[in-house]
C-alpha cells in the first residue's frame, strides 16, 4: 500500500525560480525522506529527516515535517535544468527499515 | 558511497520463461534488500523484504510463488519471476541499507530492471 500523497503531481518551473513539492503520509514513522529518479533509473537518495526534526538543509533542498499534520515538503531553490526528474518521499516506519513510498511528483526546469 | 548494483539492466523473454535479476551490494554488507516494482509514470510499489539467511517476506498481494527471492548471502539478493507473462512486464528496483541494523539510514538503489514480456 502506498504511504504517502504527493502534490503536485507535476510541477514546470523555470530556471533559476523555486520548486515547492508536498507529501502527506498515513501512519507513523521513524523518518521521512526524498529521493529522485531521473526517467528509467534508479533512485537517488536526497534527504532523511527523522522524526524528531522538524527541518533539515542540504545545499539547495530545504525539507519540513510536520508530524501533526504528518505531512512534509521539499524545497529545492534556484532551480536549475539538470533538476528535471521526479521526486518521490518515502516513510520509514517498524524496525525493517523499508519504505513506502508517495506518488511522486514530475519536475520539469525549463532553461 | 554505498553502491548496489543490480543486474541485467534489461531483458526480454517470452511468454512462460522465467528470468533471474540480481542485486549486489557492492561496498557493504546488507543483511536486508528490498525489492519493488514500478509501472511506467507510477510510483515504486514494495514487493518484498529480502532477509540473508531466511525467508523473505511477501507484501500483501504478492505471489511468493511467481516472484522467488534468494538472498544467499550478505551481498547478493536474486528475484527470479517464474513463469513470466507480459503483465509481469515492469521496471524493478533492488535496494539495500548500509547502515546495519539501524532504521534511520537511507536505503541505496541500483539502477532497475526493465523486464518486458512477449
Known amino acids: 500500500s502506498q504511504q504517502g500523497e504527493e502534490d503536485p503531481q507535476a510541477l514546470s518551473i523555470q530556471e533559476g525560480e523555486n520548486a515547492t513539492m508536498n507529501c502527506s503520509y498515513k501512519?507513523?514513522?521513524?523518518?521521512l525522506q526524498w529521493y529522485r529518479q531521473n526517467s528509467g533509473r534508479g533512485l537517488v537518495h536526497l534527504i532523511l529527516?527523522?522524526?524528531?526534526?522538524r527541518e533539515k538543509h542540504s545545499g539547495r533542498l530545504r525539507v519540513t515535517l510536520d508530524t501533526s499534520k504528518k505531512s512534509s515538503s521539499l524545497l529545492i531553490t534556484a532551480s536549475r535544468a539538470a533538476d528535471t526528474a521526479s521526486y518521490f518521499c518515502?516513510?520509514?516506519?517498524?524496525?525493517?527499515?523499508?519504505?513506502?513510498f508517495g506518488q511522486g511528483t514530475t519536475l520539469q526546469v525549463k532553461p | 558511497g554505498a553502491v548496489v548494483s543490480q543486474h541485467p539492466s534489461w531483458v526480454i523473454c517470452k511468454s512462460g520463461t522465467s528470468v533471474k535479476i540480481e542485486c549486489r551490494s557492492l561496498?557493504?554488507?546488507?543483511?536486508?534488500m528490498f525489492w519493488y516494482r514500478q509501472f511506467p509514470k507510477q510510483s515504486l510499489m514494495l514487493m518484498a523484504t529480502?532477509?540473508?539467511?531466511?525467508?523473505?517476506?511477501?507484501e500483501q498481494g504478492v505471489e511468493k510463488d511467481k516472484f522467488l527471492i534468494n538472498h544467499a548471502s550478505l551481498t547478493l539478493s536474486t528475484l527470479t519471476v517464474t513463469s513470466a507473462h507480459p503483465e509481469d512486464s515492469s521496471f524493478y528496483i533492488c535496494?539495500?541499507?548500509?547502515?546495519?541494523?539501524?532504521?534511520?539510514?537511507?536505503?541505496?538503489f541500483g539502477n532497475g530492471t526493465r523486464l518486458t514480456v512477449t
Open positions: 535496494s539495500a541499507e548500509s547502515g546495519g541494523a539501524s532504521y534511520n539510514s537511507p536505503l541505496h
Open positions: 501512519t507513523s514513522i521513524n523518518n
Open positions: 529527516i527523522r522524526s524528531n526534526e
Open positions: 518515502a516513510g520509514s516506519s517498524g524496525n525493517t527499515g523499508k519504505l513506502i
Open positions: 561496498d557493504f554488507q546488507a543483511t536486508t
Open positions: 529480502s532477509n540473508e539467511g531466511s525467508k523473505a517476506t511477501y
